[in-house]
């Protein structure tokens, strides 16, 4: 069973760069054909797709994002990550991974997320 877990630090100063990590365990994220993506919940609001990495490497992100966006992988941990730049308080979510069979968020199957991972955007 796939499993994802995120990692990354839960207070980020405005202006600072978010890092989060998704570890994935039993599965490569180099197999098949999936989307290992970032999605995120804003206090009170909708899910919010925020990017995407493929099994071949093949990198995709929110227009919404892309500028503040960057997403990487490290196939030797089965790993992919999360740069967020610039951030603001209206970045403060819960920040999840999950593995999607597309770009579309209801494409991600609720049995392939991690638990998620709350971020406070503050001074």
């Known amino acids: 069973q796939v499993q994802l877990q995120e990692s990354g630090p839960g207070l980020v100063a405005p202006s600072q760069t978010l890092p989060l990590t998704c570890t994935v365990s039993?599965?490569?994220?180099?197999?098949?054909?999936?989307?290992w993506s970032w999605v995120r919940q804003p206090p009170g609001k909708e899910l919010e797709w925020m990017g995407a990495?493929?099994?071949?490497?093949?990198?995709y992100y929110s227009p919404a994002l892309k500028s503040r966006t960057s997403i990487s992988r490290d196939t030797s941990k089965n790993q992919f990550t999360l740069q967020l730049n610039s951030v603001t308080p209206e970045d403060t979510a819960v920040y999840y991974c999950?593995?999607?069979?597309?770009?579309?968020?209801?494409?991600?199957?609720?049995?392939?997320w991690g638990r998620g991972t709350q971020v406070t955007v503050s001074s």
């Open positions: 999950a593995r999607c069979v597309a770009l579309q968020l209801e494409t991600c199957s609720r049995d392939y």
């Open positions: 039993g599965g490569s994220i180099t197999s098949n054909v999936y989307y």
């Open positions: 990495i493929t099994a071949d490497g093949s990198i």
